[in-house]
Nanobody, 123 residues
Framework: QVHLAESGGNLVQAGDSLRLSCADS????????MGWFRQAPGREREFVAA????????YYADSVKGRFTISRDNAKNTGYLQMNSLKPEDTAVYYC????????????????WGQGTQVTVSS
């Protein structure tokens, strides 16, 4: 069973960096591809990044490419999202998700979700 919990969200200034973590207390995340999504108030949940089981393949939304880096430590059953050069438009609740069935960019493809962590970027 997968039980995901995000951490690392905070209030930061534009240009700052944050690293989000996604830990699986069920200790099975190492066997699943995973992704990060975000949802701003009044907007739909949108794809941010995804990573394969091995970590050898990463995929990014155009809006974060070159600024965000997704990674994972399978020994710790934990995924990460390193966010650099943060912008006010990055403000959102960030969610990690696991085990996509089909299009990894689509939220409905993921059966397992964390509760989210708030990232707020001030200008």
């Amino acid at each position: 069973q997968v039980h995901l919990a995000e951490s690392g969200g905070n209030l930061v200034q534009a240009g700052d960096s944050l690293r989000l973590s996604c830990a699986d207390s069920g200790r099975t995340l190492s066997t699943y591809a995973m992704g990060w999504f975000r949802q701003a108030p009044g907007r739909e949940r949108e794809f941010v990044a995804a990573i394969s089981v091995s970590g050898g393949s990463q995929y990014y939304a155009d809006s974060v490419k070159g600024r965000f880096t997704i990674s994972r430590d399978n020994a710790k059953n934990t995924g990460y999202l390193q966010m650099n050069s943060l912008k006010p438009e990055d403000t959102a609740v960030y969610y990690c998700a696991a085990d996509p069935d089909g299009n990894y960019r689509v939220p409905d493809s993921y059966p397992y979700w964390g509760q989210g962590t708030q990232v707020t970027v001030s200008s």
